[in-house]
């Protein structure tokens, strides 16, 4: 019919097939067009919908201690996932594909098929990149790599309230992972890959940028100092039932913090049964009263009035003193002291009277050149500034506490830092948690160096002589110096406790030429006594002996040889 209409009315015909015949024409020069003059740009675009930029892992540094001991160290592992809908296609590998994933073949079919219908599921997470690439070199269909880094903590437990942990991301959450983790924080790179409409990878281009690695650490503790304290702050604490500690140790030339423990302490590999007790850097973190470990500086300060020196005395009559309704006491009667008899045993009595006799002001100002009320300017996550009380008018009952240790608050390592400007021959050094590389700053001097050796003498003098508190301090082949302490802690509705105790020691190591400042901070000691002389001496003498052999300090303390005796030895034993 169109065919007889066609030849009825052939002119229709031909309009028609001109019409066919232009749109075509109109169609192939579209295509020439596109092809030649606009292929670049659509190129492009085609790419763009398929072409991604995948990130590359940045490396986190290392931290290490002094010596390039690892303390923190980020772990390339290989995380493999695979596309189940891809896998279903060739069922001949899976068996291969259990082999090397070290799997039962059962349990890969299993879980590929309970995700059949997803186009996601993990092989393995977190393998060693070998074991990775093993797989992956095997090219089974739907089977892909992920570059991921693990954190791990070698020195575990030991470091763990210092260095501080980082979450899942490897972003610093505590300690020095939070304090500098921009520094350790490297940049990720790119990687140009294809993927398809799913977003599932194709093929691997180039990489663009390659990630730049956090930057290295090294820590200012001593691994071997830290192993030691911890070992034996931990068996004090078992040995009297005590609550908590801490110990801080710090090498007084430099300021660095060779050593910081606390307990109780936390696994920072496996944070499952993480308590907020455990993960306190007590050290840093917590204040209390000092008590009589700052009694030195109240010496110091009288001394430096020039009213007083090592041999003036002060009369403590039977160990009590009234100011107002206040009464002050001692422990034990004391009679008519020296200054050096006045540390050894501790009269609170006498530091009242000395201090009364000059002035609250000096024992302040003694106090806040030491860095009592300051800020240490390590920046440590949560760290306290404690508190040096100023009045602005100075009453006895005041004066008297300050100068014996109560009224201002101050941390274990501030307590040190105070103790090493003291072995410093007076110069405050600035405390630091990096290894110093550079020769440090000399400090400032804020003691008379005559003035902080008569105060290194009678700290001598309490560790050695009988009836100073401190013999459990003591350490073969050195000469030390220390002060204990043994404070009532605060009561919760105010005053104080009346069986609730801190005992603490703080020392200052050799005595001829200091290298090593230590305290000892041990919470509510239970059993077996709780003076600081007992509980923290000991600790103190042992990881002072410790540190000094660790760091080759020359014994300045060792028994004059007798030539013929080891003559004698040495013939006797090959006879
Ligand atoms: C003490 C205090 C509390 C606060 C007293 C310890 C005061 C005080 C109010 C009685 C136990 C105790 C401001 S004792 O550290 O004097 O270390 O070997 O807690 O005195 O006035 O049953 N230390 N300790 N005092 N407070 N307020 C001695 C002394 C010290 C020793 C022993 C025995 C106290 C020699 C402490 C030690 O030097």
Same mark, same amino acid.
């Given at each position: 019919m169109i065919g007889l209409q066609g030849i009825n009315h052939p002119w229709r015909f031909r309009i028609i097939l001109f019409f066919l015949f232009a749109m075509g024409a109109a169609i192939a020069a579209r295509i020439a067009y596109l092809h030649v003059f606009h292929h670049e740009f659509l190129a492009e675009q085609g790419d763009a919908r398929a072409l991604r930029y995948i990130p590359i892992p940045a490396h986190r540094g290392v931290i290490t201690d002094r010596n390039g001991e690892p303390l923190a160290v980020s772990t390339p592992v290989l995380t493999l996932w695979a596309n189940p809908k891809e896998l279903q296609a060739d069922k001949t590998r899976w068996e291969e594909l259990a082999l090397a994933l070290e799997l039962p073949k059962a349990e890969l079919i299993k879980r590929i098929e309970n995700n059949a219908a997803r186009d996601f599921m993990y092989l393995a997470r977190g393998l060693t990149p070998e074991h990775g690439q093993r797989v992956l070199e095997r090219k089974i269909s739907g089977v892909y790599g992920k570059e991921e880094f693990r954190r791990f903590y070698p020195a575990g437990e030991v470091a763990a309230h210092l260095v501080g942990f980082t979450n899942i991301d490897e972003h610093g959450q505590e300690g020095i992972e939070l304090a500098f983790d921009e520094w350790l924080t490297g940049v990720p790179g790119k990687r140009q890959v294809i993927k398809d409409r799913r977003g599932d990878l194709i093929r691997d281009l180039q990489v663009k940028e390659n990630a730049k690695p956090g930057k290295q650490l090294a820590l200012s503790i001593d691994l071997r100092l830290q192993y030691l304290a911890h070992r034996e702050l931990r068996n004090a604490l078992l040995e009297f039932e005590a609550k908590?500690? /801490?110990?801080? @140790? $710090?090498?007084?030339? %430099? !300021?660095?913090?060779?050593?910081?423990?606390?307990?109780?302490? +936390?696994?920072?590999?496996?944070?499952?049964?993480?308590?907020?007790?455990? @993960?306190?850097?007590?050290?840093? $973190?917590?204040? +209390?009263?000092?008590?009589? %470990?700052?009694?030195?500086?109240?010496?110091?300060?009288?001394?430096?009035?020039?009213?007083?020196?090592?041999? /003036?005395? =002060?009369?403590?009559?039977? !160990?009590? +003193?009234?100011?107002?309704?206040?009464? $002050?006491?001692?422990?034990?009667? !004391?009679?008519?002291?020296?200054?050096?008899? =006045?540390?050894?045993?501790?009269?609170?009595?006498? $530091? /009242?009277?000395?201090?009364?006799?000059? !002035?609250? @002001?000096?024992?302040?100002?003694?106090?806040? /050149? =030491?860095? +009592?009320?300051?800020?240490?300017?390590?920046?440590?996550?949560?760290?306290?500034?404690?508190?040096?009380?100023?009045?602005r008018k100075w009453g006895e009952a005041e004066t008297a506490t300050l100068a014996y240790g109560y009224g201002l608050s101050v941390t274990a390592v501030q307590l040190a830092h105070a103790y090493a400007v003291l072995g410093n021959q007076g110069r405050n050094v600035p405390l630091s948690l990096l290894r110093q590389d550079q020769t440090v700053a000399a400090g400032e001097q804020v003691i008379d160096p005559k003035i902080s050796s008569q105060v290194m003498g009678m700290l001598q003098a309490v560790v050695e002589e009988a009836g100073g508190g401190g013999a459990r301090a003591q350490v073969p082949g050195y000469h030390v110096g220390g002060k204990s302490g043994t404070a009532k802690k605060l009561a919760v509705g105010g005053g104080y406790t009346e069986s609730s105790y801190r005992s603490l020691f703080a020392g200052v190591a050799p005595i001829d030429n200091p290298r090593v400042a230590a305290v000892i901070v041990i919470d509510e000691p239970s059993k077996g006594g709780y003076y600081g002389g007992l509980v923290a001496a000991p600790v103190f003498g042992r990881v002072m002996a410790g540190a000094l052999r660790m760091l080759n300090v020359r014994p300045d303390n060792l028994p004059t040889e007798t030539p013929t005796a080891v003559v004698g030895a040495t013939q006797g034993g090959r006879g």
């Open positions: 908590a500690g /801490s110990l801080v @140790m $710090i090498d007084v030339r %430099t !300021g660095e913090i060779l050593a910081m423990v606390n307990h109780p302490t +936390f696994n920072p590999n496996n944070r499952r049964h993480l308590t907020p007790q455990a @993960m306190r850097n007590r050290a840093m $973190i917590d204040v +209390f009263e000092p008590g009589s %470990t700052v009694k030195p500086f109240s010496i110091a300060a009288a001394l430096g009035t020039g009213r007083w020196t090592p041999e /003036s005395t =002060v009369d403590t009559g039977n !160990g009590t +003193f009234r100011i107002g309704r206040y009464t $002050i006491r001692d422990v034990s009667r !004391g009679g008519l002291l020296d200054l050096t008899g =006045v540390l050894k045993k501790s009269s609170n009595v006498a $530091i /009242s009277k000395i201090a009364l006799d000059i !002035g609250a @002001m000096p024992v302040y100002n003694m106090m806040q /050149s =030491v860095g +009592f009320g300051a800020d240490t300017g390590l920046s440590f996550p949560g760290e306290r500034v404690g508190q040096l009380p100023m009045h």
